[in-house]
């Protein structure tokens, strides 16, 4: 029930294309046109903007280090005991964009004087944002510009930025001014009642210790009370261009400046390449040991190394860091230019933001804006992590090890709950502490543990890593499996029941027995009692260290296999479907025809009791259980949960529309599918929810690829074999992507609407067996031969 909005963007297969300027389209296109490296992010927003620019300042410039953050306590106007203390909120890092050009003394703007010619592209194959135009000035000067920049996927803490200046019909003198600058941007929009927006972080907060400067270097460090943080920025410049060089430096309360002004001659290309870096140093970290003007030198040594490369140098490291990514990550549509922009717009800011470290996640925004305060969710491991799973194993595994390495913090929440034993993980969160000040939809999401046990369970069976079962995995599963026990009660027929808790749909929240929650919960149990016992053969020091680290009792495990097997879950005989909890469908159905269309999203225009009394979905709950453990439940009752639930949700969460493409595709509702992939697919690009201003949707993101993959194409994984089920969609001629699993890759080939029209071609690996539909393949490589072997099935 989103409005839709015209693409803005023309279709191109590897390109976002910005074909003339628009300031209306400013705070999606800062969104749409950032660049990050999984630590550091910065939105696309122009150069000029902000250094006493007026109506083409950008209104929400921002620069991001993922797992940087502000702690400031949250103010209720009713406390209770155990409510969530303080919020995280990603810090926005000082301004290193900043350049201003002047040419004879007149400023370069956007809104003054005359644009002749203008493009701004991001590559997805180069990872470069470049805005190329011809601007003359009010005096009548006229200049081709071209700007390119970069933020390095090699070195974290880089970006660089490259701008060049040709005068086309005159002679003249050319001046940059660039800055470093730690003032905070403005909120792009008022936020009102809007929950999906940034709370904004406090100046005060962040107090500038020092600001250096030099002929070629800007040098600023900060430090954030709150949090502890200290963070180092630093900026270093080199000039091309022919004839003397001239440089001023001065500084400000917020930063520093420095000025280059050179000569150049009609017809004549004067470059100036920026490069900027950003460190941030936590509390616990023994860089904390070193003086500030330690750390300060340390920027400096960076600063003059990297500035040894040229643009050109850093440029085709990034692009063969991105032919290596998609490599295995491409998905090739054919017949639908929109479509195939749209996906790999996506796997393109997934892959931008993702954190690298094992200490930081992925925020719902990405690093592209600071929308829910650059918090990380469940979206992770249900929605993001499937793509980099079969696709960049070895990406997947550091987003799990961050939970683990917030376990501490999972456990001392369960005790602020009142749960003796195990963890219970935050429902959002940076650092580990819960940070959600509305529990009824955050932390009674207690799903959250079985979401990310899943997530576990299928690394560890896509992979076969051993290593990170006994080091992190175990672990995970085995203390976060204790809250279920703790949380839930056998009732007096002897079923296991989960009270008052909220599942995924945030319209209906504080229940009993939510279906979702009961089958994550009940899978998570009998997973833990199956590590348990993988433990005991295949690492028995392991499970004695886990034994004596959680104090685990000889008990517990048979008391997980129980649970496990005696869970309730919901169901109406009398429609023949899952309920979504106890009593959701004794409640009256929302009254969709009287609602107006300009009052969705529902959040935004009801009190959350009004939308919690009413049988209305934010998004897929009971569909979501279907699709997890697709196996546990049949094809009939599928498409009848599908048709009772899609008729009351509204997918007023971008988390919804996936996950009903994926089961409409399972139950043959082929145009539905394809019409729900459609929304996904261009989510941000479109806008369909009007708010991509605040970041990108990287859940959503992570859905376009399950729309293709498990959707189309049917990928299941059973009995630790994959099983594919590939059809074509109305409107596409083609397709074909790459899954990694169990150390082989093999791509799939959806050539027509054939019904096995499909090759399986093993790309490099040991053979692989796998199932098209009720068929068993081989997979095997070519004897003697660099070539793979393609299989094609046909029935």
């Excluded at 999984?38 to 410039?61: C, M, Q, W």
């Excluded at 940034?198 to 500038?208: F, K, P, R």
């Excluded at 990405?366 to 969710?377: E, I, N, V």
């Excluded at 204790?482 to 009732?491: A, F, H, K």
Aim: hydrophobic share 35%.
């Amino acid at each position: 029930m989103s409005q839709h909005i015209p693409s803005f963007y023309p279709a191109d297969p590897w390109q976002l294309r910005e074909t003339h300027y628009a300031p209306e389209q400013l705070p999606l296109s800062e969104t749409l046109f950032a660049l990050g490296n999984g630590y550091l992010g910065i939105r696309g927003d122009f150069e000029e903007a902000g250094l006493g620019s007026s109506s083409d300042a950008a209104p929400s410039s921002g620069t991001f280090l993922n797992g940087v953050y502000t702690s400031t306590p949250i103010t209720y106007g009713e406390k209770a005991y155990g409510y969530a203390t303080h919020n995280q909120c990603m810090v926005t890092a000082p301004n290193g964009k900043l350049i201003e050009l002047r040419v004879d003394g007149e400023r370069f703007c956007l809104d003054q004087g005359e644009l002749l010619d203008y493009e701004r592209t991001l590559d997805f194959r180069t990872g470069i944002l470049q805005r190329k135009l011809t601007w003359r000035s009010p005096t009548g000067k006229t200049l081709a510009i071209t700007i390119q920049r970069l933020v390095s996927l090699d070195h974290q803490h880089l970006s660089v930025i490259h701008y060049q200046v040709t005068p086309i019909d005159f002679s003249g003198c050319i001046q940059w001014l660039s800055g470093l600058d730690a003032n905070l941007p403005s909120t792009p929009l008022e936020e009102g009642d809007d929950p999906r927006a940034g709370s904004g972080v406090s100046a005060g907060d962040i107090e500038l210790l020092q600001r250096q400067g030099s002929e070629d270097q800007l040098l600023l460090l900060q430090h954030i009370h709150s949090s502890g943080f200290e963070l180092a920025s630093g900026a270093t410049h080199r000039i091309n261009a022919a004839g003397d060089i001239r440089v001023n430096h001065s500084s400000s309360n917020s930063g520093a400046q420095v000025e280059y002004s050179c000569n150049a001659a009609k017809g004549e290309t004067v470059s100036l390449t920026k490069y900027l870096a950003y460190y941030s140093f936590a509390t616990d970290n023994a860089e904390l040991t070193k003086s500030n003007d330690d750390h300060l030198q340390d920027l400096r040594s960076h600063l003059d190394n990297v500035a040894t490369k040229n643009f050109a140098a850093y440029a085709s490291q990034q692009q063969k860091n991105l032919e290596n990514f998609w490599s295995t990550a491409d998905i090739e549509v054919r017949g639908d230019p929109s479509l195939q922009q749209g996906i790999r717009f996506n796997l393109f800011h997934l892959y931008q933001s993702l954190g690298r470290d094992g200490k930081t996640n992925i925020a719902a925004k990405g690093l592209s804006g600071d929308g829910y305060d650059g918090h990380y969710f469940w979206d992770t491991e249900i929605y993001i992590l499937p793509f980099f799973l079969y696709t960049q194993p070895a990406m997947a595994r550091k987003l799990l090890e961050y939970r683990h390495h917030i376990l501490d913090a999972a456990r001392q929440r369960a005790r602020d709950l009142a749960i003796a034993k195990g963890a219970l993980f935050p429902w959002r969160t940076i650092g580990g502490d819960e940070c959600s000040a509305y529990y009824p939809a955050g932390t009674a999401q207690y799903h959250i543990n079985a979401d990310i046990a899943y997530a576990v369970q299928r690394y560890f069976d896509a992979t076969g890593d051993a290593e990170f079962m006994r080091e992190y995995g175990a672990e995970i599963v085995l203390e976060s499996a204790r809250l279920w026990i703790e949380l839930g009660n056998y009732d007096y027929q002897d079923h296991f029941c989960i009270n008052t808790v909220t599942g995924p749909d945030e319209y209906t929240a504080l229940v009993n027995n939510n279906f979702y929650t009961n089958v994550m919960a009940k899978n998570h149990l009998a997973y833990a009692y199956e590590v348990h016992q993988w433990l005991a053969e295949e690492s028995p020091e392991t499970l004695q260290l886990l034994i004596d680290k959680l104090e685990l009792s000889d008990d517990e495990p048979k008391a997980w296999q129980k649970a496990s097997a005696q869970m309730f879950l919901p169901f109406d005989q009398t429609l023949g479907i899952h309920a979504q909890d106890d009593g959701f469908l004794d409640k009256k159905i929302w009254d969709f025809n009287n609602t107006p269309a300009e009052n969705y999203p529902l959040l935004l225009h009801y009190h959350p009791l009004t939308i919690y009394r009413h049988q209305v979905c934010k998004q897929a709950d009971v569909l979501l259980a279907l699709f997890l453990h697709s196996d546990q439940f049949s094809q009939e009752q599928k498409q009848q949960d599908f048709d009772y639930y899609e008729a009351i949700t509204t997918h007023d969460s971008t988390l919804s529309a996936c996950i009903h493409s994926i089961i409409a595709s399972e139950v043959g509702y082929t145009d539905k599918a394809q019409a729900y992939f459609q929304q996904v697919a261009r989510m941000d690009l479109d806008n369909h929810h009007n708010n991509t201003q605040y970041g990108v949707h990287t859940a959503c993101m992570g859905g376009a690829w399950m729309c293709m993959v498990n959707g189309f194409a049917g990928l299941r994984i059973e009995d630790e074999q994959l099983h594919f089920n590939p059809y074509l969609p109305p409107g596409m001629e083609g397709y074909t992507f790459r899954i990694q699993f169990k150390g082989s890759l093999i791509e799939v080939d959806v050539r027509s609407k054939a019904s096995d029209d499909v090759d399986y071609t093993l790309i490099s690996g040991a053979p692989l067996t796998i199932q098209h539909r009720d068929k068993e393949i081989h997979l095997h490589p070519s004897a003697g031969a660099d070539q793979p072997t393609a299989i094609t099935s046909i029935a």
